[in-house]
């Protein structure tokens, strides 16, 4: 570890009923781009937290500079040099840029001065930001960039990135990856944590694997391929999602000119959506952040009132019932955030299970709860999904994200839906657990469930939709065939560009 300007040393942190991290030990040199890779619920999150002072090792040490290195606060870090961008943003979408930014700084400047600032740091590091803008008129990626000035105005020495492309466009990486270089080559070490497994090949210069709190592997991330990289994550081969040929059935959503204004002063109202879905068909919906995704999937849940006649299930008109009525005619879905909309925060497994669950796996018996078998399903989630977490009393906010991710999806999948509508599913989650879940929704289709996969990631959904359309502004492109549709083509719908296709097609 010579020459290292952070190195850990054998930290340890265990939680009731967990060992989060167990002995690890790695380095990062000055100028370096170092990965932390493993499956969710690995170690790496709590790592990072203790490098930035959220979180005390139980054992081990960690030096910077060749000096003990013990940060006792967040506070205590960024003054040694160590910034960290964290996979949720923390900012607030009524205040401008320059005011969220003075917020995350010790002692900011006035604020002509820092809007100064931010302009000159963020045109040198090509993240170009207006600091006068509301938060809530920016994109995802503008976001992003927030977060990220917010830190490179400390000047920090180690940047901690978790998860920092998950929201992004593949134009937001191209800008972010350049950025990263730039600051590596001026000597600022980052740390970098991604599911994005090709990404970590293209950025980083080495990686540092865990499994189950256990550093099992080092490497070059450039001379391995993403399986390989997967498979020493898992420690076992990866499954490849697999779809099983048919023919879909019988029309079972239908969504005809659909127009909802948003409940989200910063939202996106729909505008005349129409769509079909058949049973047994994957439906994917692309689209950058902010589209109108959230508004989509609340006007179909039943979150959002909708227009009495413009959603439709198996005939039956559906936009005037609330989301527990949609549920038990067996329209299902699973929201993007989720802790705190998906999940409730405080509440065990069992009581999450049953927040959904009640109804058609029938955990109520004249008013009164069924525990017992609220507990079962919880169960059966836990074990059919592979979450991992001591048991199902433990509570939500206690998973690692992609952990809580895969029971939020199998609390779903598990209540044999007729349409599931999903937003996001494999956000955050590791490259062998996305390929379980994009299994477990083509399975599902094929017992005849009509799927609407909503997802900003290409890939996923080229690999499991049976067909295509894109969100931009709230309007729908008509749905195409996913076979052969080209990059290209898919750009153009998600940029708006959907011509004469816009109009009624039937599907």
Same mark, same amino acid.
């Given at each position: 570890?010579?020459?290292?300007?952070?190195?850990?040393?054998?930290?340890?942190?265990?939680?009731?009923?967990?060992?989060?991290?167990?002995?690890?030990?790695?380095?990062?040199?000055?100028?370096?781009?170092?990965?932390?890779?493993?499956?969710?619920?690995?170690?790496?999150?709590?790592?990072?937290?203790?490098?930035?002072?959220?979180?005390?090792?139980?054992?081990?040490?960690?030096?910077?500079?060749?000096?003990?290195?013990?940060?006792?606060?967040?506070?205590?870090?960024?003054?040694?040099? &160590?910034?960290?961008?964290?996979?949720?943003?923390?900012?607030?979408?009524?205040?401008?840029?320059?005011?969220? &930014?003075?917020?995350?700084?010790?002692?900011?400047?006035?604020?002509?001065?820092?809007?100064?600032?931010?302009?000159?740091?963020?045109?040198?590091?090509?993240?170009?930001?207006?600091?006068?803008?509301?938060? !809530?008129?920016?994109?995802?990626?503008?976001?992003?960039? &927030?977060?990220?000035?917010?830190?490179?105005?400390?000047?920090?020495?180690?940047?901690?990135?978790?998860?920092?492309?998950?929201?992004? /466009?593949?134009?937001?990486?191209?800008?972010?990856?350049?950025?990263?270089?730039?600051?590596?080559?001026?000597? /600022?070490?980052?740390?970098?944590?991604?599911?994005?497994?090709?990404?970590?090949? /293209?950025?980083?210069?080495?990686?540092?694997?865990?499994?189950?709190?256990?550093?099992?592997?080092?490497?070059?991330?450039?001379?391995?391929?993403?399986?390989?990289?997967?498979?020493?994550?898992?420690?076992?081969?990866?499954?490849?999602?697999?779809?099983?040929?048919?023919?879909?059935?019988?029309?079972?959503?239908?969504?005809?000119?659909?127009?909802?204004?948003?409940?989200?002063?910063?939202?996106? $109202?729909? @505008?005349?959506?129409?769509?079909?879905?058949?049973?047994?068909?994957?439906?994917?919906?692309?689209?950058?952040?902010?589209?109108?995704?959230?508004?989509?999937?609340?006007?179909?849940?039943?979150?959002?009132?909708?227009?009495?006649?413009?959603?439709?299930?198996?005939?039956?008109?559906? !936009?005037?019932?609330?989301?527990?009525?949609?549920?038990?005619?067996?329209?299902?879905?699973?929201?993007?955030?989720?802790?705190?909309?998906?999940?409730?925060?405080?509440?065990?497994?069992?009581?999450?299970?049953?927040?959904?669950? @009640?109804?058609?796996?029938?955990?109520?018996?004249?008013?009164?709860?069924?525990?017992?078998?609220?507990?079962?399903?919880?169960?059966?989630?836990?074990?059919?999904?592979?979450?991992?977490?001591?048991?199902?009393?433990?509570? $939500?906010?206690?998973?690692?994200?992609?952990?809580?991710?895969?029971?939020?999806?199998?609390?779903?999948?598990?209540?044999?839906?007729?349409?599931?509508?999903?937003?996001?599913?494999?956000?955050?989650?590791?490259?062998?657990?996305?390929?379980?879940?994009?299994?477990?929704?083509?399975?599902?289709?094929?017992?005849? /469930? $009509?799927?609407?996969?909503?997802?900003?990631?290409?890939?996923?959904?080229?690999?499991?939709?049976?067909?295509?359309?894109?969100?931009?502004?709230?309007?729908?492109?008509?749905?195409?065939?996913?076979?052969?549709?080209?990059?290209?083509?898919? !750009?153009?719908?998600?940029?708006?560009?959907?011509?004469?296709?816009? $109009?009624?097609?039937?599907?």
């Amino acid at each position: 570890m010579r020459g290292a300007l952070l190195a850990v040393d054998g930290i340890t942190k265990a939680y009731p009923g967990v060992i989060a991290n167990d002995h690890v030990s790695f380095s990062v040199a000055p100028g370096e781009v170092h990965a932390l890779l493993g499956e969710n619920g690995a170690g790496k999150s709590t790592l990072v937290k203790m490098i930035y002072g959220l979180v005390r090792p139980d054992a081990g040490a960690m030096q910077w500079n060749g000096a003990p290195y013990a940060p006792a606060s967040p506070h205590v870090a960024r003054q040694t040099g &160590v910034a960290m961008v964290f996979q949720h943003f923390s900012l607030f979408e009524a205040l401008n840029v320059a005011e969220n &930014v003075a917020l995350g700084m010790e002692n900011p400047p006035a604020m002509r001065e820092l809007a100064g600032r931010i302009r000159t740091v963020s045109e040198r590091y090509g993240l170009p930001l207006d600091p006068n803008r509301l938060v !809530g008129e920016l994109s995802a990626g503008e976001r992003q960039r &927030v977060e990220i000035i917010r830190c490179l105005l400390q000047e920090p020495r180690l940047l901690i990135m978790d998860e920092p492309t998950s929201v992004l /466009t593949p134009q937001e990486v191209e800008i972010l990856f350049e950025t990263l270089k730039k600051l590596s080559t001026e000597g /600022t070490a980052i740390l970098y944590i991604s599911h994005k497994l090709e990404e970590i090949r /293209t950025l980083c210069d080495e990686a540092t694997i865990l499994r189950q709190g256990k550093v099992v592997g080092t490497c070059e991330p450039a001379r391995k391929s993403a399986r390989d990289l997967a498979e020493m994550m898992v420690g076992q081969a990866l499954n490849i999602p697999t779809r099983q040929t048919g023919e879909p059935g019988e029309v079972v959503l239908e969504i005809t000119g659909l127009s909802l204004a948003s409940e989200n002063p910063f939202g996106t $109202a729909l @505008t005349d959506v129409n769509l079909t879905v058949r049973a047994g068909e994957v439906i994917g919906i692309g689209g950058v952040a902010g589209n109108g995704q959230d508004e989509l999937l609340g006007a179909l849940s039943g979150e959002l009132p909708g227009v009495p006649t413009a959603i439709r299930l198996k005939g039956q008109d559906i !936009g005037h019932l609330g989301p527990g009525q949609r549920r038990a005619l067996g329209l299902l879905a699973a929201p993007e955030e989720r802790l705190g909309h998906a999940a409730a925060p405080d509440m065990s497994l069992t009581e999450n299970a049953a927040l959904t669950g @009640t109804v058609r796996e029938r955990l109520a018996d004249r008013g009164f709860m069924n525990w017992r078998r609220a507990r079962s399903f919880a169960e059966a989630i836990i074990a059919d999904f592979d979450v991992r977490t001591p048991g199902p009393e433990n509570a $939500a906010r206690a998973l690692s994200g992609g952990n809580l991710q895969k029971f939020v999806i199998g609390r779903e999948v598990l209540q044999r839906p007729e349409v599931l509508v999903v937003n996001q599913p494999t956000w955050g989650v590791d490259a062998s657990a996305a390929a379980d879940i994009r299994q477990a929704l083509l399975d599902l289709a094929h017992k005849g /469930t $009509a799927v609407v996969c909503i997802s900003q990631d290409l890939d996923e959904l080229m690999e499991i939709s049976d067909r295509f359309a894109a969100l931009n502004e709230g309007r729908l492109s008509a749905p195409r065939p996913t076979k052969g549709l080209s990059v290209e083509e898919i !750009g153009l719908m998600m940029g708006g560009a959907h011509g004469l296709e816009a $109009a009624h097609v039937p599907a």
